[in-house]
């Protein structure tokens, strides 16, 4: 099921699917929910599924404005409470997992389980430097330009307002930011990601109750490299109680 909702001044689109524990799909920068066919989507085969798209990107109209992590963080509030009525499990991609993990500081109450993958804390842990227009390939473009309600030419002024926030040092959180994050959350990335492996052990070890899982021979396009064993590795987490180690070290 596709649709609009309106909630706290805006307009987001969003698709539903299947059935269960309600999860959302938070997509990364520049692209949308497009993004998790072939991987993550079959999530619905077990669980409710929302996959939102944020102002600016897909279907959901570029208001103007900032493009910060803490303004996509207060439209995803206003999702839960307005769409999914209550917690869900979030699992962000990129800077889809920096939303998550600002959502989840802000109210942990609508947030029952984290996923974050190829996620940084802190600007700081991105090997590459914020994206500038001219860097995104042409289909990026063309498949923006093909569903948003902003028509063609609207992604240029998304991906220098994102990049803008990232100059401005939107994103700055602490060891101790970190700390306050109650939920259980995996860390997933590759072996060769965007974000460096020692901002992804640090944000690993920053977390009180994290497991790691690191993707090997894979990019930061991990979802679409290793869509199956990034999706197993995600439902396992989602679909219990983790098991019992052997012999335990950080858990002991």
């Known amino acids: 099921m596709q649709r609009y909702v309106d909630g706290d001044g805006m ?45 600016g990107h897909g279907h959901t ?21 307005t769409v999914v009525g209550g917690a869900a499990a979030l699992v962000g991609y990129s800077a889809g997992g920096v939303v998550a993990l600002l959502t989840a500081l802000a109210r942990p109450d609508l947030v029952s389980r984290l996923v974050l993958i190829s996620t940084a804390f802190h600007q700081d842990g991105w090997v590459l430097p914020p994206a500038s227009p001219a860097d995104i390939p042409q289909i990026i473009y063309d498949q923006h330009a093909g569903v948003s309600p902003d028509g063609p030419g609207r992604l240029t002024s998304v991906v220098e307002r994102i990049a803008e926030s990232a100059e ?27 974000v460096s492996l020692e901002h992804t052990l640090a944000l690993y070890r920053g977390l009180p109750d994290a497991e790691l899982a690191v993707v090997p021979r894979a990019s930061h396009t991990l979802l679409i490299e290793r869509p199956q064993l990034c999706t197993g590795l995600v439902a396992a987490f989602l679909g219990g109680a983790p098991a019992t180690t052997h012999m335990p070290i950080r858990r002991a």
């Open 168 to 194: 401005a040092g939107d994103l700055a959180l602490t060891a101790a930011d970190l700390g306050a994050v109650g939920c259980r959350t995996l860390v997933l990335v590759a072996d060769d990601d965007a």
């Open 61 to 81: 109209a570029d208001p103007g404005g900032p493009l910060s992590p803490q303004v996509m963080a207060a439209d995803m509030i206003a999702f839960l409470e």
């Open 11 to 55: 307009r987001m689109w969003h698709d539903e699917r299947g059935s269960g524990e309600p999860v959302v799909l938070l997509h990364g920068a520049i692209v949308d929910s497009r993004c998790f066919a072939g991987n993550l989507d079959a999530l619905a085969g077990s669980f409710r599924l929302y996959l939102p798209e944020r102002r």
